[in-house]
C-alpha cells in the first residue's frame, strides 16, 4: 500500500455549490445533535429535581441528602460532569420554579441549562421568566446576553415609546411596530456622558453597530449614516437609516441632544416623505420614524404627535446609567457581546 498523497483531480462543474451545501447540512445536523443532547439533558435534571423534591416533602429527607446524592452520583459517573452539589441544589430549584412538566418539555428544554440558572438567579417570578424564556428561544440568545437584556430591564422598556401607530398604521402591524420600540434606549454600551454632542453619539453607534442592533432589537437591518437625499437640488442627510425586516418597510432615527421640542417632528416628517419618494420601493410600508432624545415630557409629546399623519415614534436614550455594583460585575464585555453576535465563535455549553 503506498504512502504517496492521494493526487486530486480538479472537481467537476457544480462540485462548489454541491460541497458547500453538503457543509451546510452537516452543520445543521451538529446543532440539531447538540440541541437534542441538551434537550435530554435539561428534562434529567428537572426529573432529578423533581425527585428531590418530592423525596424531601413526603419522606422527610433532610439537606443533607444532596450531599450524599452528589457524592454517590459523581462516583457512578465519573466522566459526567453536573452532579455537584451546588447543582442539584439548582436542579431542585428548577424543578420547584416550573412544576408544569409539558412546560418544561415543549418550551423550556429547548435553552441550555445555564440559561435556564440566568432566568433562576436574576428574576423573582414566573412572568417574567416566561417572558425572557420565549425571548431568548425567538431570537437565539447567549447567555452572555440573555443576563445583558435582563440586567438593562428589556421587558420594562419594550412597547413603551410614545407613538401614533395605533392611528396611523392598521392592526396587527401597529401592535409589531410598538412592540419594536423601546423607551429609553441604554446606550451605557458607547461609554459616552451625558455631555456628548449628537453627532459623537451617532459616531459611537456606528462604530459599535452590533450591539447598537441588539439594542434596536430583531429585525432591525444597517443601511446607513448621514444618508444623503437630494431634493430639488437641496441636499439633506439622514442621521441614521434602517430597514426593518419584519415591518417590511425604512425606519429613520434622528438624534437630539437635548429635552424633545415639537418641531423636531417637522423635520423627521420631512425625511419620512423623502425616503418614501425616493428610497422605498412598491413592496415596502410607509416608512416609520424614531426621534431619540435626552429628555421628554411625555404629554407634550403625545400632543406633538397627535395631528401627524406619519407614523413616528419619540423615545429617550441613556447613556452612561449607573447600575447597582452587582449588576455591573456581571455585564458582559462590549466585546464579547459583539463576537457573539457576529458568529466568530460556536460554543457548547456543558451541564
Not at 10 to 22: K, M, Q, S, T, V
Not at 74 to 92: C, D
Not at 155 to 173: D, M
Request: glycine content about 6%; charged content about 25%.
Amino acid at each position: 500500500m503506498s504512502d504517496s498523497p492521494i493526487s486530486l483531480t480538479p472537481p467537476p462543474e457544480g462540485y462548489a455549490d454541491w460541497l458547500a451545501d453538503l457543509k451546510s447540512r452537516i452543520h445543521t445536523a451538529q446543532q440539531r445533535a447538540t440541541l437534542g443532547v441538551n434537550r435530554e439533558l435539561v428534562l434529567l435534571y428537572w426529573q432529578i429535581g423533581r425527585d428531590i423534591l418530592e423525596r424531601q416533602a413526603n419522606q422527610g429527607w433532610g439537606a443533607k441528602v444532596i450531599e450524599r446524592l452528589a457524592h454517590d452520583l459523581r462516583t457512578a459517573f465519573p466522566a459526567m460532569k453536573g452532579f455537584s452539589p451546588r447543582n442539584l441544589k439548582y436542579m431542585r430549584a428548577f424543578a420547584g420554579a416550573w412544576p408544569d412538566a409539558e412546560f418544561v418539555q415543549g418550551v423550556l428544554a429547548q435553552l441550555p441549562w445555564y440559561h435556564q440558572l440566568a432566568l433562576l438567579d436574576k428574576l423573582p417570578d414566573p412572568a417574567t421568566r416566561r417572558w425572557y424564556a420565549a425571548k431568548a428561544i425567538e431570537h437565539n440568545w447567549s447567555r452572555n446576553i440573555l443576563v445583558m437584556q435582563i440586567e438593562t430591564r428589556l421587558r420594562e422598556r419594550s412597547g413603551k415609546a410614545v407613538t401614533n401607530f395605533e392611528a396611523r398604521l392598521p392592526s396587527p402591524p401597529s401592535d409589531l411596530a410598538r412592540e419594536s420600540l423601546k423607551d429609553p434606549y441604554r446606550f451605557d454600551f458607547l461609554g459616552l456622558t451625558d455631555a456628548a454632542q449628537e453627532r459623537e453619539i451617532e459616531n459611537a453607534l456606528v462604530k459599535h453597530v452590533t450591539e447598537f442592533l441588539l439594542e434596536l432589537g430583531a429585525g432591525f437591518a444597517f443601511v446607513g449614516r448621514q444618508v444623503l437625499l437630494d431634493v430639488g437640488g437641496d441636499e439633506f442627510f439622514i442621521d441614521l437609516l434602517f430597514y426593518h425586516l419584519k415591518l417590511r418597510c425604512y425606519v429613520v432615527i434622528e438624534l437630539k441632544g437635548g429635552k424633545f421640542k415639537p418641531e423636531h417632528l417637522g423635520q423627521l416628517g420631512f425625511y419620512l416623505t423623502a425616503v418614501d419618494r425616493q428610497v422605498k420601493s412598491e413592496q415596502d410600508n410607509p416608512t416609520i420614524g424614531l426621534l431619540l432624545c435626552k429628555s421628554k415630557n411625555k404629554i407634550v409629546a403625545e400632543y406633538a404627535l397627535g395631528d401627524k399623519t406619519q407614523p413616528m415614534g419619540i423615545a429617550e436614550y441613556k447613556l452612561l446609567e449607573s447600575l447597582p455594583a452587582e449588576l455591573q460585575t456581571s455585564l458582559p464585555s462590549i466585546e464579547q457581546i459583539e463576537r457573539e453576535l457576529a458568529g466568530d465563535a460556536l460554543s457548547t455549553e456543558e451541564g
